[in-house]
């Protein structure tokens, strides 16, 4: 199409210029009497400051899970001084806020203030992580209130998808599931959530990330003042071993009437650490990762069977995974799952074009650039990284392992990565309309 | 607001190209990357009637193909350079752009303006993305407890003009029905280089990227802009009511919305802004003590202004928003009257300097945030740009905001009456 019908000559897309390389963040740290690690990097890019406590607790049993979610969700609804009301005004005075949340593996309290106010900030995190109240009626009413979300959670599909893989792919294990059942959480007592945070919520082996318009020697000390007095005793704790899965046919989750369906696909990936994972990673983003990727040209772009396919890394400590999703038309279900399969096949069965393999590895090392550009993104990255034993050389380094990559080492990689062989596969939608067809091309069974 | 709020300041160089494209540049060389963005003033309510949710599938279409480029090229430039890209369709605008590292600003140029030049659409593409489209609503809104709860579902309730009141998305068969003539028809009326804003921001020097910005988009031609209708209709004068039973929803959930005035007249505009912050920003707000932790008669509460877009993003008319989520046993008048009450203590009580001095301190710090990421303060730039004429707001909002008083915040709120609103309840179909 062109206006009017003008025709206008194709012209030559212009090269790139020469990179500004990203200066390493200089990090100034410190281990506290009490154990914890402290890091602190200047970022004055706006005048506010950002922090990240990172508290390796484990979800280690299944009903830990829910306990977990009612600690999250209690530790600010009040403190020996402060109730939940005064704490979120004491927050708000110095344009800050402190947020809760956790997965398998850890919790993580992050939040942010002007700059002039890091000094209260701190002394609030430490009020809250000494001395949390977890008031009766509180921890009751924020159960009830959570009990509603979680059930909400449930009635949507891409939950129930998520939820059904993981299931599928960890048994029983914590990775096994991230959302409890709105009946186990107004079971916890709230009188267990105040030993419950002495004994998980300790210092020792917790990592605490500043970053912002501050001045890191100051800032190293203002948390020496401010957090010292948090001194509840105990290590980290770390999840089980995980198992490997066991393949097994499709798992069809059925919700009458739906009109897409959810599919889920995936197996084990290497961690963050893993000599491959540089390799794991333009894998990844090549087959799924990204807009440009094969399985988005394919299902998207080409057949419009889909609006978002996409594949992801996800890690935990003890295991890493990847998936492929598409929520899909409930009449193109057994297409899009073959279609999924030839780009698996593909990945496994040939090696990339060397073009692809330099675009998507430039591409992973732009992404990086951009994620740590801002306040905010730095101190999640950071913290991540840290977390995993490495350090902030890896934000140097990675960039160099990913445009190192090979198509040969992606083919090699791909091999398990993508492999038919570990596939775990669940669908979420209308059974009566894709249980047959699905059962053309595998064994399905049915969830219970 | 405290004295000693911190305060933000972009340099903007600006110009108007010959073919009537404005352009801000604003440089910040924090971290090496860069932000491109293109403004078309056409949105949502520039739909004929037949032609629901065209705007979008023509966002969709700007992807597929331009004067020099194959379908998927424009992304596959973008992405194998390092960067991330999108675009979005609102009531009033619709937008392109992408974030990159700084040495490919020249690219990213380059692309922004060849499909604004000449965007290719074939019959195929065309059909492909209207596939696609139909998958965005069925898992945005079909397939989706609340889906589209309240921006699809309570503008038919407050506005009573087509082009307010219309479904954005679209229907299944105006989109089914869409031909590419009527998308050259749209390109030619509405995408016209001075109907547009480019910004650009971040890691670049002011006067290169100026350069850079006349080499690829000055020989654009010119085109006739059109004339913006003005959209205002009448305000209710009685409340309007509807139910909807959302089969797939396992809880009910009510939405009310008010008209506010129109966000040109910025001293008008701003105290509803506020306002809302007071209602509902955070553990110590308004609606959040009284309704989640004091009454308990709702599980969540928002409040906010805009249907689909940000406070300062938006054209006259807009509303003002509260919406609850509540259980089953809690009727919605109960909820509704909370809310109710809680706007009359606004009104008649006022807001203490203290309560607004926090509420002040955190929109600053909030706003302050947004500045910080490169793509977000250029969109913003952008948005400025267009809809008042100054990118620069972008660091002046803050001392804005914070020169708002406790007077102007109660009667906003005395203006917010059960009989000047419109009211959607949501019945759970979906319950068990």
């Known amino acids: 199409m062109s206006p009017k019908g003008k025709a206008f000559a194709p012209r030559a897309v212009p090269g790139l210029a020469r990179p500004r390389k990203p200066r390493l963040p200089t990090v100034a740290e410190r281990v506290l009497a009490n154990g914890l690690r402290v890091v602190a990097v200047r970022r004055p890019s706006v005048p506010v400051v950002h922090v990240r406590l990172r508290v390796p607790t484990a979800v280690r049993r299944d009903e830990d899970l829910a306990r977990s979610a009612m600690l999250e969700r209690g530790m600010l609804l009040g403190t020996a001084e402060r109730s939940q009301g005064e704490l979120a005004e004491a927050l708000q005075r110095i344009g800050g806020s402190l947020r809760v949340s956790g997965d398998a593996d850890r919790l993580l309290l992050a939040g942010e203030s002007l700059r002039a106010g890091l000094p209260e900030l701190l002394r609030l995190l430490t009020e809250v992580l000494v001395g949390a109240s977890y008031p009766r009626r509180q921890v009751e009413g924020e159960a009830a209130r959570l009990a509603d979300q979680l059930r909400r959670a449930w009635s949507q599909p891409g939950v129930v998808a998520d939820e059904s893989w993981l299931r599928r792919m960890y048994g029983g294990h914590p990775y096994g599931r991230e959302h409890p059942e709105a009946d186990e959480v107004l079971a916890v007592p709230p009188a267990s959530l105040r030993a419950a945070q002495r004994r998980r919520v300790v210092p020792d082996g917790s990592l605490l990330v500043l970053v912002g318009d501050l001045t890191p020697a100051r800032a190293l000390d203002q948390v020496a003042a401010a957090m010292s007095g948090w001194d509840s005793t105990g290590g980290p704790s770390r999840v089980p ?189 209308d059974a009566a309309r894709i249980e047959a067809p699905l059962s053309a091309l595998t064994e399905v069974v049915r969830a219970t | 607001m405290v004295s000693s ?226 959209f205002d209709e009448p305000a209710p004068t009685s409340e309007r009511r509807v139910e909807h039973v959302d089969p797939l929803a396992p809880a009910p959930a009510v939405a009310l919305g008010w008209r506010v005035p129109d966000p040109d007249d910025l001293d008008a505009y701003l105290p509803y802004v506020v306002l809302t912050s007071v209602l509902a920003t955070g553990d110590a707000s308004r609606l959040r003590r009284r309704l989640v932790q004091e009454d308990r008669v709702a599980s969540d509460v928002g409040a906010h202004i805009a249907f689909m877009e940000d406070a300062f993003d938006v054209r006259n008319p807009t509303a003002l928003l509260v919406e609850a989520h509540h259980t089953g046993d809690v009727p919605s008048d109960r909820v509704v009257a909370a809310v109710d009450e809680e706007l009359d203590r606004v009104a008649t009580g006022g807001v203490p300097d203290d309560e607004l001095e926090r509420v002040q301190a955190r929109l600053t710090s909030a706003l302050l945030q947004g500045q910080d990421h490169v793509l977000s303060r250029t969109l913003a730039m952008a948005s400025f740009e267009q809809q008042r004429g100054r990118a620069e707001l972008v660091g002046e909002l803050p001392a804005l905001l914070g020169a708002v008083t406790g007077e102007q915040v109660a009667a906003a709120a005395a203006g917010l009456l059960p009989d000047a609103r419109a009211r959607l309840d949501i019945v759970a179909g979906g319950a068990r």
């Open chain 1, 241 to 429: 071993a995980v198992r490997p899965a066991q393949q097994g046919p499709l798992l069809l989750v059925d919700r009458p009437g739906a009109v897409q369906s959810n599919l889920r696909v995936g197996g084990p990936a290497p961690g963050r650490t893993d000599p491959s994972y540089p390799a794991a990673e333009v894998t990844n983003a090549l087959y799924g990762g990204y807009f440009s990727s094969r399985l988005v040209m394919n299902i998207r772009e080409d057949k419009g069977y889909t609006y978002s396919p996409r594949s992801a890394l996800r890690h935990g400590a003890a295991a890493s995974c990847l998936v492929t999703s598409a929520d899909v038309a409930t009449e193109v279900t057994a297409p899009a799952l073959v279609e999924v399969g030839y780009e698996l096949g593909r990945m496994v069965s040939l090696p990339p074009t060397a073009d692809e393999v330099a675009a998507t590895a430039q591409y992973l090392v732009g992404i990086l650039a951009l994620s740590t550009a801002t306040q905010a993104g730095l101190a999640g990255t950071l913290t991540a990284l840290l977390a995993d034993g490495l350090d902030v050389t890896w934000l140097r380094e990675h960039p160099a392992a990913l445009l190192a990559v090979t198509p040969d080492d992606v083919h090699e990689v791909a091999q398990t990565l993508l492999a038919p062989a570990t596939r775990i596969t669940t669908v979420v939608g």
């Open chain 2, 5 to 230: 709020a911190p305060v933000t300041s972009y340099a903007v160089e600006r110009a108007t190209l010959r073919n009537g494209l404005r352009v801000v540049v604003a440089p910040d060389r924090s971290a090496p990357v860069v932000a491109v963005a293109v403004y078309y003033d056409v949105g949502i309510r520039s739909e004929p009637e037949g032609r629901t949710g065209f705007a979008h599938l023509f966002e969709h279409l700007m992807f597929q193909g331009s004067a020099s480029l194959q379908k998927m090229d424009h992304v596959k430039y973008v992405q194998s350079s390092g960067g991330t890209l999108n675009g979005s369709t609102r009531l009033d605008y619709t937008n392109y752009y992408e974030a990159l590292p700084s040495n490919a600003l020249e690219r990213a140029l380059f692309l922004e303006a060849d499909r604004m030049r000449a965007p290719a659409v074939t019959e195929e593409n065309l059909a492909n993305q209207i596939a696609v489209v139909k998958e965005e609503i069925r898992v945005n809104v079909l397939n989706q407890p609340y889906g589209g709860f309240p921006w699809l579902t309570l503008p038919p309730v407050l506005f009573e003009s087509f082009p307010n009141a219309h479904n954005g998305y679209g229907g299944f068969e105006d989109l089914e029905s869409a031909t590419v003539e009527d998308a050259r028809d749209f390109f030619d009326r509405y995408y016209a280089p001075g109907n547009a804003v480019l910004a650009v921001g971040g890691d670049l020097d002011a006067d290169a990227a100026m350069e850079l910005i006349r080499t690829h988009f000055g020989d654009v031609p010119r085109r006739t802009v059109p004339d913006r209708p003005d």
